[in-house]
């Protein structure tokens, strides 16, 4: 089993539409959590940090369940901007740092 | 630009050949990180600095691989006898401080024929 998974899609949804993305990982020791966004043939950037209590940052809410394990990513209104890849990144410590393989999310018109 | 900066971006070799990479970091950031990214995969972890201490290693970088960040500043990835397995994205990534966010580079393509 893979330290942290996720649905690699692709999710294909309308633009305006709202989509939500999970991440699961095993390590209960963890403890930060991010979500970044990769484009095409580009370098992972930092989309937001997940806190235990959930946080907003303008279309984006990222939430973390510490009992099940798992990160979520939430976009409403999704955007045709919004085509990515989106990446959970788990970590426990300065060097223990986990990629998932990322979710690919193609928005449509 | 004071982001993190990588050279070469792109590196065409022969196998067997050498070759090294450069990262620049951001400049108050005392932690690097190098990655190796597959297409349709995450970044996997290589190895990771604090200053010039190299404090981790992953067990994929095997000893053909090495890595340098002597004055605490910039850091090298070298490749001795390059595979075609080692195609792949090297990534660079810095940090200002353990538990914050990471901030990466463009990469170097590292294309082996």
């Known amino acids: 089993r893979k330290e942290v998974e996720q649905d690699p899609g692709p999710f294909n949804v309308p633009e305006g539409a709202t989509v939500a993305f999970n991440c699961t990982y095993s390590?209960?020791?963890?403890?930060?959590f991010f979500w970044y966004r990769q484009d095409c043939r580009k370098e992972p950037k930092l989309l937001m940090s997940?806190?235990?209590s959930g946080n907003e940052d303008g279309r984006f809410t990222a939430q973390l369940n510490r009992a099940s394990q798992y990160i979520s990513l939430l976009i409403r209104d999704s955007k045709l901007s919004d085509s990515a890849t989106y990446l959970c990144v788990v970590r426990s410590s300065a060097s223990k740092i986990i990629f998932g393989s990322g979710t690919r999310l193609s928005i449509r018109p | 630009d004071t982001g993190v900066s990588q050279d070469p971006r792109h590196k065409i070799t022969k196998r067997g050949q050498n070759v090294t990479f450069r990262c620049d970091p951001i400049s108050e950031h005392n932690r690097l990180y190098w990655y190796r990214q597959t297409l349709g995969q995450g970044p996997e972890f290589l190895t990771y600095?604090?200053?010039?201490?190299?404090?981790?290693k992953s067990r994929l970088l095997s000893d053909r691989f090495s890595a340098e960040r002597p004055k605490g500043s910039f850091s090298t990835l070298e490749i001795q006898r390059t595979e075609q397995g080692d195609s792949a994205m090297y990534l660079c990534?810095?940090?200002?401080?353990?538990?914050?966010?990471?901030?990466f580079g463009p990469g170097t393509r590292l294309t082996v024929t």
């Open positions: 390590n209960s020791a963890s403890q930060s």
């Open positions: 997940v806190y235990s």
């Open positions: 990534a810095s940090s200002p401080q353990a538990g914050l966010e990471q901030y």
């Open positions: 600095f604090q200053n010039e201490a190299q404090l981790e």
